[in-house]
């Protein structure tokens, strides 16, 4: 049997908490015969995404391969770890409510280029036409992964890490990876190192038996079971968070955007989500497929402005 492997990435200080979690993550993973590796994204140089849409141009052609024009950063070091691995562990402090500034940098780096439903007609057609492999995108993108999500915050009040979690699903969604377990560590300030809760370290542990475990299903059901501990109000995602829409009773789940029914029973608040929704997640491949169908119609369908070098012109300058 090949031996799977476990990527753990952390977005944190160097042997601090989120490091170390993770690290006793993988630990487990590794007791267990997987390979590991980790790495520690704040040591590696990343470019910001500018928005420039090449790597969905490339993709839409069905010739290009997602390329980005950044060429001289370490990106290609997590793109590697990546499509290596079979299950990554990801962790990120809680800074202002959210994960930190260089998790949001590798997201956007992350974003179409590593799209599986832009990617995979490209794929499947290269193999199709007996084409080189290199002419393609990496076959490797098509494997199914899992993934378990790691947040520590500071505070004493959970509520400060309000969109932590949620956020940390933007490293899932390109590549379609399965959250099968996750672990938010508030109160970290009480202690100068997670090591003195040994009740938090192990669950930690946990997550990573919860790794091996989906690695080694049986079935694709047992694969993506939920194995945290925490259900949240949505059934997808498991989070907790939802947005008011402003149609009756109806509300969203912001991570997941499906649409469910609010109701008051015996004092509770619950939401239903119909099945219907649930398929639709943009967690689930039939709702990437969604959003990436959308934006290729909207990029047929675009308007061009006309003259917009000459209308561009009363802003160039303006305030510097």
């Known amino acids: 049997?090949?031996?799977?492997?476990?990527?753990?990435?952390?977005?944190?200080?160097?042997?601090?908490?989120?490091?170390?979690?993770?690290?006793?993550?993988?630990?487990?993973?590794?007791?267990?015969?997987?390979?590991?590796?980790?790495?520690?994204?704040?040591?590696?140089?990343?470019?910001?995404?500018?928005?420039?849409?090449?790597?969905?141009?490339?993709?839409?052609?069905?010739?290009?391969?997602?390329?980005?024009?950044?060429?001289?950063?370490?990106?290609?070091?997590?793109?590697?770890?990546?499509?290596?691995?079979?299950?990554?562990?990801?962790?990120?402090?809680?800074?202002?409510?959210?994960?930190?500034?260089?998790?949001?940098?590798?997201?956007?780096?992350?974003?179409?280029?590593?799209?599986?439903?832009?990617?995979?007609?490209?794929?499947?057609?290269?193999?199709?036409?007996?084409?080189?492999?290199?002419?393609?995108?990496?076959?490797?993108?098509?494997?199914?992964?899992?993934?378990?999500?790691?947040?520590?915050?500071?505070?004493?009040?959970?509520?400060?890490?309000?969109?932590?979690m949620p956020s940390m699903y933007e490293f899932t969604f390109s590549m379609g990876m399965d959250v099968i377990d996750k672990l938010q560590y508030f109160a970290a300030m009480n202690y100068n190192s997670v090591i003195g809760r040994p009740d938090v370290v192990g669950r930690a542990a946990l997550m990573g038996e919860h790794i091996v475990e989906a690695l080694n299903a049986g079935t694709e059901e047992e694969r993506v079971r939920f194995r945290g501990d925490r259900e949240g109000v949505c059934p997808v995602c498991h989070e907790s968070l939802l947005t008011i829409t402003g149609k009756g009773s109806k509300v969203e789940c912001p991570v997941c955007g499906i649409e469910g029914e609010l109701s008051l029973v015996d004092g509770e608040i619950k939401v239903v989500f119909p099945d219907e929704q649930i398929a639709r997640s943009r967690l689930l491949e039939a709702g990437k497929w969604e959003h990436s169908n959308e934006i290729r119609q909207g990029a047929m369908e675009q308007k061009r402005v006309e003259n917009l070098a000459e209308l561009r012109k009363k802003y160039i300058g303006v305030g510097e």
């Open 1 to 164: 049997m090949e031996q799977k492997k476990v990527l753990g990435i952390s977005f944190g200080r160097k042997m601090s908490n989120t490091e170390i979690l993770i690290k006793e993550a993988l630990l487990a993973c590794q007791n267990a015969g997987c390979e590991i590796q980790f790495i520690r994204a704040d040591d590696l140089n990343i470019h910001i995404c500018n928005g420039c849409t090449s790597c969905v141009a490339g993709l839409a052609s069905m010739r290009g391969k997602g390329d980005c024009i950044h060429k001289d950063d370490d990106f290609p070091i997590i793109h590697e770890a990546l499509l290596s691995a079979d299950a990554v562990i990801v962790g990120s402090p809680t800074y202002v409510l959210a994960p930190t500034g260089n998790f949001k940098t590798v997201c956007d780096r992350l974003g179409p280029s590593h799209d599986i439903t832009f990617l995979k007609p490209v794929i499947e057609a290269g193999i199709r036409e007996g084409r080189d492999p290199s002419t393609y995108p990496d076959v490797r993108f098509l494997k199914k992964r899992v993934a378990a999500l790691i947040t520590v915050g500071g505070a004493r009040t959970e509520n400060w890490l309000a969109f932590a």
